[in-house]
């Protein structure tokens, strides 16, 4: 694509940027915690998200899959794999920051999985717009 000088970017190329930011974002997440690539995703339509299939259970709930999930509203959060078309269960949401460095959010997940756990799923504050969102996902370093 080629940009003219002056020119205002469409919300194309801003959703491109955060769908890139986004997905390097989730890659260096994942390999804080241990999780091979191809049990993450992440898209950008509507709302922004990750997804990624945790490998480790909870003492308390050894029979049932875990994940990690992230999205533009409530940040990172661990859930109990949904069975069928239920709602996932939230096990734990980390609060205060919509995009924390990986290594925070690995030490999320140990302590979520060690048996810690630090309350239910409410919005973080102040929602960045996606530009803003997108250039913070790209400076964030473990």
Same mark, same amino acid.
């Given at each position: ?16 940027? =955060?769908?890139?930011? =986004? ?11 241990? *999780? @091979? ?16 299939? +945790? ?6 709930? @050894? ?14 959060? *661990?859930?109990?794999?949904? &069975?069928?078309?239920?709602?996932? @269960? *939230?096990?734990?949401? +980390? &609060? ?7 290594? !925070?959010? !690995? ?17 973080? @504050? !102040?929602?960045?717009? &996606? ?12």
């Amino acid at each position: 694509m080629l940009s003219t000088p002056g020119a205002k970017p469409t919300a194309g190329s801003g959703t491109h940027r =955060l769908e890139t930011a =986004l997905a390097a974002y989730a890659r260096q997440v994942a390999e804080a915690i241990g *999780v @091979p690539a191809d049990a993450v995703t992440s898209e950008v339509t509507d709302t922004a998200t990750v997804y990624i299939g +945790l490998t480790a259970r909870t003492a308390d709930l @050894p029979r049932r899959d875990l994940m990690l999930v992230w999205d533009e509203r409530f940040g990172w959060y *661990v859930a109990i794999e949904p &069975r069928g078309d239920d709602r996932p @269960p *939230v096990i734990c949401h +980390l &609060r205060d920051r919509i995009a924390p460095p990986p290594a !925070a959010v !690995a030490q999320f997940v140990t302590d979520v999985l060690g048996g810690h756990r630090r309350g239910r799923l409410s919005p973080v @504050p !102040a929602q960045l717009d &996606r530009a803003t969102l997108a250039a913070h996902m790209t400076e964030i370093r473990s």
